[in-house]
């Protein structure tokens, strides 16, 4: 590449990506900073990305760096790379909404809370069907470590941070207790991106919750497939409700 056409890039009125200093995991924070900029709309469907001298000059890292975070975007969805055209944003139809990377910069830009929304009914039908699993195969092993998960979420009404420790020991000893893994799986990461959202707060509701736990084990200690089922499915639904933060958009 000229030294003019290098020039003549640099002067074109590119749109800045708000990008941190990054880190020593140098590609982990482009890429991070970048999928953040396509999902808060910085950098629109259609649009092409900025060449690689000018991502390289506002994140202050190497063609190499910059090339290897474009390939990290195009396998999440985000963008398509072609000879001729240059590297283009992909429409939010064709991002990869379970990749961590994407599904974190979705729940952190979600103005309205439809993600967590999303998230909390996906999650819901998920759950239950694992709880659904788990009535059918769950063994006296199993009863008893449920059994000890939900006995220290008793013991803990008073103490918030015990509590959820103990609800989420819960819920993954019901996972363990299923054999259907890829919904464990979705599920976990489902979840992990909710709880490290600061919207996604513990309520104060323990009581309730507790109550909503008793009724998932008592119909997988009776081995009602239905009644975990629905259950679980109620219990997740309704615990976001109580979270939920108020949003006049809704």
């Not at 989420?168 to 799986?185: C, D, R």
């Not at 976990?188 to 104060?204: C, K, N, P, V």
Request: glycine share 6%; charged share 25%.
């Amino acid at each position: 590449m000229s030294s003019d056409t290098r020039a003549a890039e640099r002067s074109v009125a590119y749109p800045t990506i708000a990008a941190r200093r990054p880190a020593p995991r140098l590609g982990v924070t482009v890429v991070a900073e970048l999928v953040d900029a396509i999902v808060r709309g910085d950098l629109a469907p259609d649009s092409s990305l900025p060449p690689e001298a000018v991502l390289c000059e506002q994140f202050g890292v190497s063609r190499t760096v910059i090339r290897e975070s474009v390939k990290r975007l195009e396998e999440k969805g985000l963008v398509s790379v072609a000879q001729g055209r240059g590297t283009q944003v992909l429409p939010a139809s064709a991002w990869n909404m379970v990749d961590a990377t994407v599904l974190s910069a979705l729940v952190a830009n979600d103005a309205t809370l439809g993600i967590l929304d999303d998230l909390s009914t996906v999650r819901a039908s998920l759950e239950g069907l694992i709880a659904r699993d788990a009535a059918t195969r769950r063994t006296t092993e199993d009863l008893e470590r449920l059994g000890a998960a939900l006995q220290l979420m008793r013991d803990s009404l008073g103490d918030e941070a015990t509590f959820s420790t103990a609800d989420v020991a819960f819920h993954t000893t019901v996972g363990e207790m299923s054999t259907n893994q890829l919904a464990v799986n979705l599920v976990s990461i489902l979840f992990g991106q909710a709880r490290e959202s600061a919207r996604f707060h513990l309520h104060s509701r323990l009581e309730t919750t507790l109550e909503e736990h008793e009724r998932v084990f008592a119909a997988i200690e009776g081995r009602d497939p239905d009644a975990a089922e629905t259950a679980m499915r109620s219990h997740i639904v309704d615990a976001w409700e109580r979270r939920r933060p108020p949003n006049p958009r809704r």
